[in-house]
T-cell receptor, first 112, second 114 residues
C-alpha cells in the first residue's frame, strides 16, 4: 500500500469553477503537509503548507488537513486557465531531515 | 535570487553508458536534495546533503548511483552504468535550513536510457 494516495485524474473544469483536490495517507507520523503545483517541463513549486490539522487560506487557495481521517484537501476558488497544471500533495514525518513523500499528482485542466 | 539550476535539461544515453547530472542550489542553501520520477510513478526521494555531508541516502536505488557535493556547493549525480529502468526525471531541490515548509525545486533533468 502506498503511503500517500492521490487520484491522478485528469480533472477538467470550466473557468470559474471551484476545484477540490484530495489526498489520503496511511502514516500517522506525518506532521507537515504541502501542496505543490507543477507545470509541464518544470519542477514542483510550493503552493501551500500546513502543520497538523486545520485550514489555511492564501488568496484563491485553501488547504485543509484532517489528521483524524488522514485526509488533506486543496480547494481552488474561481479557477483560471493558468491554474492548469499537475497538483502534488507531499508530506513530511517527524524525525528530521525533511524527506518529502509525494502523492502521484492530479492533472488539472481549466478550460475557458 | 537565482533558482535551483539543473543541467543538462535532457540527456539521452545508451544502456551501459555513464551520465552525470549536475545541480546548482540556491546560493547559501546548505540543504540539497535529489528526487526522481520514473514513468507512471510518484516523485521519490533519493538523498539529502547538508553542506558536503550525506545526511540521508536511503532512497538511492543501488550502487550504480553516486552523488557528491564537494565543497558544499553544487552537487553531481552519476549513474554508471545506466540501465533502462533509470529513465525518468531527476529533480534537485535546496533549502536554507531544515524548515518544514518545503523547498525550491529545479526544473529537472529528463534522462532517457535507450
Amino acid at each position: 500500500q502506498k503511503e500517500v494516495e492521490q487520484d491522478p485524474g485528469p480533472l477538467s473544469v470550466p473557468e470559474g469553477a471551484i476545484v477540490s483536490l484530495n489526498c489520503t495517507y496511511s502514516n500517522s507520523a506525518f506532521q507537515y503537509f504541502m501542496w505543490y503545483r507543477q507545470y509541464s517541463r518544470k519542477g514542483p513549486e510550493l503552493l501551500m503548507y500546513t502543520y497538523s490539522s486545520g485550514n489555511k487560506e492564501d488568496g484563491r487557495f485553501t488547504a485543509q488537513v484532517d489528521k483524524s481521517s488522514k485526509y488533506i484537501s486543496l480547494f481552488i476558488r474561481d479557477s483560471q486557465p493558468s491554474d492548469s497544471a499537475t497538483y502534488l500533495c507531499a508530506m513530511i514525518g517527524t524525525g528530521g531531515y525533511n524527506k518529502l513523500i509525494f502523492g502521484a499528482g492530479t492533472r488539472l485542466a481549466v478550460h475557458p | 535570487e537565482a533558482g535551483v539550476t539543473q543541467f543538462p535539461s535532457h540527456s539521452v544515453i545508451e544502456k551501459g553508458q555513464t551520465v552525470t547530472l549536475r545541480c546548482d542550489p540556491i546560493s547559501g542553501h546548505d540543504n540539497l536534495y535529489w528526487y526522481r520520477r520514473v514513468m507512471g510513478k510518484e516523485i521519490k526521494f533519493l538523498l539529502h546533503f547538508v553542506k558536503e555531508s550525506k545526511q540521508d541516502e536511503s532512497g538511492m536505488p543501488n550502487n550504480r548511483f553516486l552523488a557528491e557535493r564537494t565543497g558544499g556547493t553544487y552537487s553531481t549525480l552519476k549513474v554508471q552504468p545506466a540501465e533502462l529502468e533509470d529513465s525518468g526525471v531527476y529533480f534537485c531541490a535546496s533549502s536554507q535550513d531544515r524548515g518544514s515548509y518545503g523547498y525550491t525545486f529545479g526544473s529537472g533533468t529528463r534522462l532517457t536510457v535507450v
